[in-house]
């Protein structure tokens, strides 16, 4: 069974940092680009980072930028999101994405992304 699964999330204080892994089993990521999306209650589910296949090229929101990367080890079939500096309003629940693609375009829309994990929960207090 193909799927996608987040791990890593939890509940942290400001200021601090988390790595979140996306591990994939039953497809090879290598053939994908990734991205990270998070929501908050009430709120649309928003992007947050991508990455291409290889690693070599990312993209991110300006609300994250400079704090959090984006990264990935193919041999392990896994992609991460470092993020440094957490604040309250990082709160929410992180999902990973895939989308085949062979060439680098900035997909920052939830459709543009058939494949989904389930979801991680990052809660920052103040």
């Known amino acids: 069974q193909e799927q996608l699964v987040e791990s890593g999330g939890g509940s942290v204080q400001a200021g601090d940092s988390l790595r979140l892994s996306c591990a994939a089993s039953?497809?090879?990521?290598?053939?994908?680009?990734s991205g990270w999306f998070r929501q908050s209650p009430g709120k649309e589910r928003e992007f947050v980072a991508s990455i291409n296949w290889s690693g070599g090229r990312t993209y991110y929101a300006d609300s994250v930028k400079g704090r959090f990367t984006v990264s990935r080890d193919n041999a392990k079939n896994t992609v991460y999101l470092q993020m440094n500096g957490l604040k309250p309003e990082d709160t929410a629940v992180y999902y990973c994405a895939a989308r085949e693609a062979q060439f680098w375009v900035v997909r920052t829309r939830e459709y543009e992304y058939p494949y989904w994990g389930q979801g991680t929960q990052v809660t920052v207090s103040s």
């Open positions: 039953g497809r090879t990521l290598s053939n994908y680009a």
